[in-house]
């Protein structure tokens, strides 16, 4: 706005300071100038619109087909551009007023005028920023998100996953591209909509309107987005696995660990799905020999049980399902970490699950139905690992007397 406010300041002074002494000036030179000056910028605006299009159709391609949909439907540009083909006729008819009618003071015409340019400046410039920001795709990961939400909020829950399809194209791609921190923003605004998605479910409101519309896949609606979203997620992730970016799977790791929060926040049943997720994808990159993955996994879980412990209100909830899933994929990546280094101190193994444990101690869970149940498998873990070392043990002792017993020459 700042072409604006000079605008209306030299428009002021126009006004309340007029030019003193005698000054000659052409009216029909002027409002010829007017004229020229407001169609320059008519055809700037063309100008970038036409320019614009070779480079979104490159982007296009490299990123979503959807960007030149969201190009097209995006309201400011077409304001922006009406205002900017508004602009030359209100010009004519100030200049037509300055030249032929002459009905106020040719300063008032001229102040008038001074103010429209000075919009239709700040125009310019604003449809110039709008067009620049669809030629950076994180500002248009942000556009993305932004219409996500958007479709949350008006409980359109189609448009809602195009906008996740369109994200995780996005993503597919910046891997394919060596792009991680493209890749990581558009995890992690996934995660976001999932985040917003959730937290809107929660509403009275959003409630009624789900009994009321059509069920889309036949079961619950929250369900059913929520697999749509992990499959997309999975998408990111095989082709993160394909091209070995450790730092991209151990993020999706992480995110499904915050949607497992808050999938407990909403639902403690849910959980089971993210959690599932999360050993399917630590499943693959073990097969991979992504071991930081498999570590990533283990902490991740080990936040998660901590969490739900800890801020969500699980007094009256069953919470064997979850705990025995994050309990038995705990042991899978313990076992496997064992299978690649049979060396390993058996207590870093276990470590994980005595921190688990521990967190059954508080007071909060202390009367809990489940806790029992829990702990008892939890207890069965770690029993297998201490009898595991205790075997381990035993095998430097058995071979050293084996080598005892061969004859010397």
Same mark, same amino acid.
């Given at each position: 706005?700042?072409?604006?406010?000079?605008?209306? /300041?030299?428009? $002021?002074?126009?006004?309340?300071?007029?030019?003193? $002494?005698?000054?000659?000036?052409?009216?029909?030179?002027?409002? &010829? %100038?007017?004229?020229?000056?407001?169609?320059?910028?008519?055809?700037?605006?063309?100008?970038?619109?036409?320019?614009?299009?070779?480079?979104?159709?490159?982007?296009?391609? +490299?990123?979503?087909?959807?960007?030149?949909?969201?190009?097209?439907?995006?309201?400011?540009?077409?304001?922006?551009?009406?205002?900017?083909?508004?602009?030359?006729?209100?010009?004519?008819? /100030?200049? &037509?007023?300055?030249?032929?009618?002459?009905?106020?003071?040719?300063?008032?015409?001229?102040?008038?005028?001074?103010?429209?340019? *000075?919009?239709?400046?700040?125009?310019?410039?604003?449809?110039?920023?709008?067009?620049? *920001?669809?030629?950076?795709?994180?500002?248009?990961?942000?556009?993305?998100?932004?219409?996500?939400?958007? !479709?949350?909020? =008006?409980?359109?829950?189609?448009?809602?996953?195009?906008?996740?399809?369109?994200?995780?194209?996005? $993503?597919? =791609?910046?891997?394919?591209?060596?792009?991680?921190?493209?890749?990581?923003?558009?995890?992690?605004?996934?995660?976001?909509?999932?985040?917003?998605?959730?937290?809107?479910?929660?509403?009275?409101?959003?409630?009624? !309107?789900?009994?009321?519309?059509?069920?889309?896949?036949?079961?619950?609606?929250?369900?059913?987005?929520?697999?749509?979203?992990?499959?997309?997620?999975? %998408?990111?992730?095989?082709?993160?696995?394909?091209?070995?970016?450790?730092?991209?799977?151990? +993020?999706?790791?992480?995110?499904?660990?915050?949607?497992?929060?808050?999938?407990?926040?909403? @639902?403690?049943?849910?959980?089971?799905?993210?959690?599932?997720?999360? $050993?399917?994808?630590?499943?693959?990159?073990?097969?991979?020999?992504? @071991?930081?993955?498999?570590?990533?996994?283990?902490?991740?879980?080990?936040?998660? *049980?901590?969490?739900? /412990?800890?801020?969500?209100?699980?007094?009256?909830?069953?919470?064997?399902?979850?705990?025995?899933?994050?309990?038995?994929?705990?042991?899978?990546?313990? =076992?496997?970490?064992? !299978?690649?280094?049979?060396?390993?101190?058996?207590?870093?193994? &276990?470590?994980?699950?005595?921190? %688990?444990? *521990?967190?059954?101690?508080?007071? =909060?869970?202390?009367?809990?139905?489940?806790?029992?149940?829990? /702990?008892?498998?939890?207890?069965?873990?770690? +029993?297998?690992?201490?009898?595991?070392?205790?075997?381990?043990?035993?095998?430097?002792?058995?071979?050293?007397?084996?080598?005892?017993?061969?004859?010397?020459?």
């Amino acid at each position: 706005m700042f072409c604006t406010a000079l605008s209306i /300041i030299f428009s $002021g002074l126009l006004i309340l300071v007029p030019p003193t $002494g005698e000054v000659t000036i052409s009216l029909g030179g002027l409002s &010829t %100038l007017l004229i020229g000056i407001s169609t320059l910028l008519m055809f700037s605006s063309i100008l970038v619109l036409i320019m614009s299009w070779s480079p979104l159709q490159k982007i296009e391609q +490299n990123l979503t087909p959807r960007l030149i949909d969201l190009f097209r439907n995006d309201k400011r540009i077409y304001y922006f551009s009406i205002w900017l083909f508004l602009f030359p006729v209100l010009t004519l008819l /100030i200049s &037509t007023e300055l030249y032929y009618f002459q009905y106020f003071r040719p300063v008032f015409s001229i102040a008038l005028w001074a103010i429209l340019f *000075g919009v239709s400046l700040d125009v310019l410039i604003n449809l110039l920023r709008s067009v620049l *920001g669809y030629l950076n795709p994180f500002a248009i990961v942000d556009d993305f998100t932004s219409q996500a939400i958007e !479709s949350i909020q =008006k409980e359109a829950d189609v448009d809602l996953l195009h906008w996740i399809d369109a994200l995780t194209e996005i $993503g597919v =791609k910046a891997v394919t591209r060596t792009l991680p921190s493209l890749a990581k923003q558009s995890i992690d605004d996934l995660h976001e909509i999932c985040h917003t998605y959730l937290e809107s479910a929660k509403s009275i409101a959003h409630h009624t !309107s789900e009994e009321k519309a059509d069920d889309l896949s036949g079961t619950d609606k929250v369900s059913y987005t929520l697999f749509y979203l992990f499959q997309r997620l999975e %998408l990111i992730y095989e082709k993160a696995l394909d091209q070995r970016m450790e730092p991209i799977c151990s +993020n999706l790791i992480t995110t499904l660990g915050k949607i497992t929060i808050d999938s407990a926040r909403f @639902d403690i049943s849910l959980t089971s799905y993210p959690i599932h997720y999360i $050993g399917k994808f630590s499943g693959k990159a073990q097969d991979e020999d992504l @071991d930081e993955v498999t570590e990533k996994a283990t902490c991740t879980l080990l936040e998660v *049980g901590r969490i739900i /412990i800890n801020e969500v209100d699980v007094r009256y909830l069953d919470i064997k399902e979850p705990f025995f899933n994050i309990i038995q994929h705990m042991e899978e990546f313990a =076992k496997y970490t064992f !299978s690649q280094d049979k060396s390993i101190n058996i207590s870093i193994l &276990t470590q994980p699950f005595h921190e %688990l444990k *521990g967190f059954f101690g508080s007071d =909060k869970l202390a009367t809990h139905q489940d806790t029992p149940t829990i /702990i008892a498998d939890i207890n069965r873990v770690i +029993n297998q690992f201490d009898q595991l070392e205790l075997v381990m043990k035993t095998i430097p002792k058995i071979q050293l007397d084996e080598d005892e017993d061969i004859p010397e020459d």
